[in-house]
């Protein structure tokens, strides 16, 4: 299953985004913070407990500067995915950010989960443009 969110203009420089997003730790900012609990988190590592969803753990694993993260799940995750962060140079010295899930899930639970999945990953492009505007 792939999910793209929505791309966002944020109003900071392409680096400047790039290096907010590189450190994990930053992530609980975006993260609602009414559908997670058990917030731990190191610059490469986080995890959490969402709510309807359990326990989501994330590691970068790669980066290509200022327009590039790669992320993994990490621990004990119900699914199996990768989640990409694409920081793209906007007009007026501002980035363009969107993210592209790719999940291994049966279609079982890809009913159950689509769409808080969707919601979860646009709502943290959304947070993180509220964050800078």
Same mark, same amino acid.
């Given at each position: 299953m792939i999910i793209?969110? =929505?791309?966002?203009?944020? =109003? %900071?420089?392409? %680096?400047? +985004?790039? =290096?907010?997003l590189l450190d994990m730790n930053n992530f609980k900012q975006l993260f609602p913070q009414d559908k997670i609990s058990d917030w731990e988190a190191t610059a490469e590592i986080c995890s959490m407990k969402v709510k309807s969803m359990g326990t989501l753990g994330l590691k970068r694993v790669a980066s290509t500067a200022n327009s590039l993260i790669y992320l993994d799940s990490h621990g004990k995750v119900p699914f199996k995915f990768t989640l990409n962060i694409f920081i793209s140079k906007a007009e007026n010295n501002k980035a363009k950010v969107h993210?592209?899930?790719?999940? +291994?899930? =049966?279609?079982?639970m890809k009913m159950m989960v689509e769409k808080p999945l969707i919601e979860f990953f646009n709502g943290l492009v959304i947070k993180l443009e509220e964050n800078y505007n």
């Open positions: 793209e969110t =929505n791309h966002r203009i944020i =109003n %900071k420089s392409q %680096k400047e +985004v790039y =290096n907010f993210l592209i899930f790719d999940g +291994v899930i =049966n279609p079982f």
